[in-house]
């Protein structure tokens, strides 16, 4: 046994200190392969989570679904599917030419420097509002101040004011990343700021702008806070009147519009009908599917529209 | 021709190996390295001295800095790169009998951009000894101190150790990073264009402190500037096209070149 | 087209997009203002300090315009600060790991797999969140703690932690591609394995970015409300324990705004909530402000 031991003793000796691991290389070695597990475990449990998650509402949606659940009635959440696209459409209609308008000025015509930095100061003051303070200033400017009802157009403008940053930023970033050629191109062309601005910069600009845009809509989907005092939590339509100026008609954005996550909200803190519970899981369901489609939607439209501007 | 240059013009015979394996550090026998399906480096052959400083010149994109990186396997870092043939160093072979964290502090490492860590001077230097799991304050002084004064900027940094090292200029911070190379106590250190980043005094000085160098370590370095070259370099080798063209004693190799695509580079017609 | 009319188009453009950018800090300036006003008739209308809105233990406004009753907002604002503490102490990590796993050590299966992920997950509506809390976590921790309910402190932040995950995710993985790699080089040069180079110099190197994502994760969870509100369990009572339902300023808006008579003291209490809510996520902006020209002056 001495003998075994002195040899294996003198072996280690004669071998070449080169090929040999101390101590905190195999301890380097071990807490590298540690973290490297944690790190896959960590990033790989989220993605299950999301997973978890996603089937478990749509599992819950498809559960819920009844023959009423999807009606246009006061038993289904129809009109409030009907409120949610109608109110994000208003406020895109609103947000999204004063944004896009924003960035073009802070990029190309803004000096740069204080100018541009009170924007950007705005801007950021803005993004980072929480959206229950835009809701009360919304309830106080466009409801109480004007004095009218809860309506959806109050909740549209009042989404506008949480999508504008987002619009404004994706805009200016996008230009300002622009090549300088592209300006100067155009100019020595005799075309003039406003032409280049136009026909050139903006083309260029299509894709990213429209990914803000989707996102904005995919937040205006699911914007619950902010409409509580504006757009209201109740929705009476009545789908046979179509005179603009009625209550009740779908399209008159003058009325109240509750939308599927302000029926999320209300459901599950009020639950005054007796499906409530349905109610919540169907609309959870949909309001999933519709950024789902919206996120998928954006980046296919901003990869199409852009091919065929730089293909024509 | 004297036993040296026998080695480096890259003797075939296997059987003068053990006679010369004391003087030589690496040796590199038909290396081939792809990134994917692009070959960079073809059939290199080259020993390299001990303690002497070896020289690798050729134009910008020659393979001279992707042969430098397998030195110290630092191209393992890089995505579908693969590699063929074998480097030895001392006898043994790198990529097959060596754990690439012990070649690494063997091998130590000065790269083109001067790269001190955002941290203090001294956490700088006592980064690899204490990767080493070196922990006694008193033993990391004791380095710290030695690997500065090695790289000759001592004097201009013991009173402000705990400061940034991003305060530095240019070539302080080369020095530093020198001196962090030096510490982990390698046998070799590998220098990829260390100068071509620093103004012409800052360089002066650097070259300097690698001529004092070589008593203790064998010095490889990349460079473009065949001056540089002439001015420190004992050995060069001219890499053109991924392949190592020829590889002489400094003086042979620009005076007295074999290959006529060696002649062409260092005339200046091309490079 | 002649000269004339080219001009005449510039001059209208230029107008009305300098129109618009007008807009934008008018709109920011009126959401101010009309924030500082409401918010400050709590304390120049009914009287009340500073201190006993900010410290006061005891919430009984009056909802009439004579006042008299008590403000002291002191539960709301620790419960927003411990839910949204307690859900940064929750996300942070698991966010950094991911931001380090997608950029360091699979970036393939990080743009595959696990930034869409995040992008999802940052989509989900937040009363989507609060619904699935309340019907799975909330049971989830009444059974497991035996609580007469599981609303609770502890809901709220689990909650809110997942919210932020993907703010704070995708914020630090851009900070941490940023990171020059030169730097790592550097590191692995001297013998360093990966986690090393990842702890030792990555993550310092890369702190500033993390920190400000940090931050916007914290304004985000500081803000949110029904979500929040759905979970937290609304109890008016200083929250002493992380299972003890408890009560937060967004929530508190959310849901007595409604009720509350427009002028009196209870409606102006509440705008001093949503004033003091503006104020935290002005200092939120400031304070990333202040971390990136620090990092510039030292770049």
């Not at chain 1, 030419?97 to 420097?113: C, K």
């Not at chain 1, 996008?174 to 592209?182: D, F, I, M, S, T």
């Not at chain 1, 209201?232 to 599927?260: H, K």
Request: aromatic share 8%; glycine share 8%.
């Amino acid at each position: 046994m001495t003998t075994t031991s002195t040899g294996a003793v003198a072996s280690e000796q004669n071998k070449n200190p080169l090929t040999q691991v101390d101590a905190s290389i195999r301890h380097a070695r071990f807490s590298d392969r540690l973290a490297t597990g944690a790190l896959y475990a960590i990033s790989g449990s989220f993605v299950l989570l999301l997973i978890a998650m996603l089937s478990y509402i749509m599992y819950n949606g498809i559960e819920a679904y009844s023959g009423t659940i999807f009606s246009f009635t006061d038993e289904g959440i129809g009109n409030q599917f009907f409120n949610t696209i109608y109110l994000v459409v208003i406020s895109l209609l609103v947000s999204v030419p004063l944004g896009i308008a924003t960035g073009v000025y802070m990029s190309e015509y803004a000096a740069p420097g204080r100018t541009t930095d009170l924007l950007q100061m705005a801007l950021e003051t803005l993004s980072s509002l929480p959206s229950v303070v835009v809701g009360l200033f919304g309830y106080l400017a466009f409801v109480v101040y004007v004095g009218t009802q809860w309506n959806l157009f109050s909740g549209a403008l009042a989404v506008s004011i949480l999508s504008i940053p987002l619009i404004t930023t994706t805009t200016y970033n996008a230009l300002q990343a622009l090549p300088k050629g592209y300006r100067e191109g155009s100019l020595a062309l005799a075309a003039t700021p406003w032409e280049t601005i136009v026909h050139v910069l903006l083309p260029a600009c299509v894709q990213p702008i429209i990914t803000g845009i989707m996102l904005a809509a995919g937040r205006g989907f699911g914007e619950a806070a902010a409409l509580l005092y504006t757009a209201g939590m109740s929705t009476d339509i009545n789908w046979n009147v179509w005179n603009l100026a009625s209550p009740v008609c779908p399209l008159n954005p003058f009325r109240p519009g509750e939308t599927l996550s302000l029926a999320v909200w209300a459901s599950r803190t009020e639950g005054t009908t007796a499906n409530a519970g349905d109610v919540a899981a169907a609309a959870s369901a949909v309001l999933i599917c519709l950024v789902l489609f919206f996120s998928i939607m954006s980046r296919w439209l901003g990869r199409a529209i852009s091919r065929k501007i730089e293909g024509e | 021709m004297t036993t040296s240059t026998l080695a480096y013009r890259s003797a075939q015979t296997a059987s003068s190996d053990i006679a010369i394996q004391s003087n030589i550090t690496f040796n590199c026998r038909d290396v081939n390295l792809f990134y994917g399906k692009f070959q960079a480096l073809k059939h290199i052959n080259l020993r390299m001295e001990r303690k002497k400083i070896t020289a690798l010149i050729g134009p910008s994109g020659c393979g001279k800095s992707t042969f430098l990186r397998t030195l110290n396997r630092m191209n393992d870092l890089v995505r579908g790169c693969h590699i063929e043939g074998s480097i030895n160093l001392n006898g043994v072979d790198i990529y097959k009998e060596m754990d690439p964290l012990v070649l690494r502090r063997n091998v130590g490492m000065v790269f083109q951009q001067p790269n001190p860590f955002p941290k203090s001077i001294y956490d700088n230097v006592a980064y690899g000894p204490r990767l080493k799991g070196i922990t006694q304050k008193k033993v990391l002084d004791e380095i710290v101190e030695k690997s500065l004064r090695q790289a000759a900027i001592w004097d201009e940094l013991k009173d402000r150790l705990k400061k940034s090292a991003l305060g530095l200029s240019g070539g302080q911070q080369q020095r530093l990073c020198i001196a962090r190379a030096l510490a982990v106590e390698p046998s070799v250190l590998l220098m990829d264009e260390a100068t071509s980043a620093l103004d012409p005094i800052s360089t002066a000085r650097i070259e300097e402190l690698v001529n004092t160098l070589k008593n203790k370590y064998t010095v490889i370095m990349v460079t473009h500037n065949m001056q540089q070259a002439q001015r420190i370099a004992d050995n060069t080798a001219f890499f053109y096209m991924g392949e190592m063209v020829e590889c002489a004693d400094t003086h042979t190799l620009f005076n007295n070149p074999e290959k006529k695509q060696t002649i062409r580079y260092v005339s200046g017609d091309f490079g | 087209m002649s000269r004339n009319i080219k001009w005449r188009r510039e001059f209208t453009g230029r107008g009305l997009v300098s129109l618009c950018g007008m807009a934008i800090v008018i709109l920011t300036l009126a959401i101010s203002v009309f924030l500082l006003v409401r918010g400050s008739e709590t304390f120049v209308t009914f009287g009340h300090s500073l201190s006993e809105f900010l410290f006061g233990m005891t919430w009984k406004p009056a909802d009439d315009m004579a006042g008299g009753g008590k403000v002291g907002a002191a539960l709301f604002i620790a419960g927003s600060i411990i839910t949204s503490m307690v859900a940064l102490l929750i996300a942070v990590p698991f966010s950094v790991a991911t931001a380090i796993f997608i950029t360091k050590i699979s970036p393939e299966l990080g743009r595959k797999v696990i930034r869409p992920a995040v992008e999802i997950f940052a989509g989900i509506p937040s009363v989507v969140y609060g619904w699935v809390g309340l019907v799975v976590l909330v049971p989830w921790i009444q059974e497991l703690f035996h609580l007469p309910q599981g609303q609770s402190i502890l809901a709220a932040s689990v909650v809110l932690s997942v919210m932020i995950y993907p703010t704070i995710t995708s914020i630090s993985a851009d900070a941490i591609e940023s990171v020059n790699p030169k730097f790592l080089e550097g590191a692995y040069g001297l013998g360093a394995t990966r986690w090393q180079v990842i702890y030792s110099v990555l993550i310092p190197a890369a702190k500033r970015g993390i920190l400000t994502a940090i931050i916007l994760g914290l304004s985000r969870a500081f803000g949110e409300a029904l979500a929040v509100a759905m979970v937290i369990g609304k109890m008016k009572a200083f929250p002493t324990s992380l299972l003890a339902p408890a009560h937060c300023l967004t929530a508190a808006i959310a849901s007595d705004m409604g009720g509350a008579m427009d002028g009196g003291e209870l409606n102006a209490a509440l705008w001093s909530m949503a004033l003091f809510l503006f104020i935290m996520s002005f200092l939120f902006i400031v304070a990333i402000r202040l971390i990136g020209r620090k990092g510039q002056a030292n770049a």
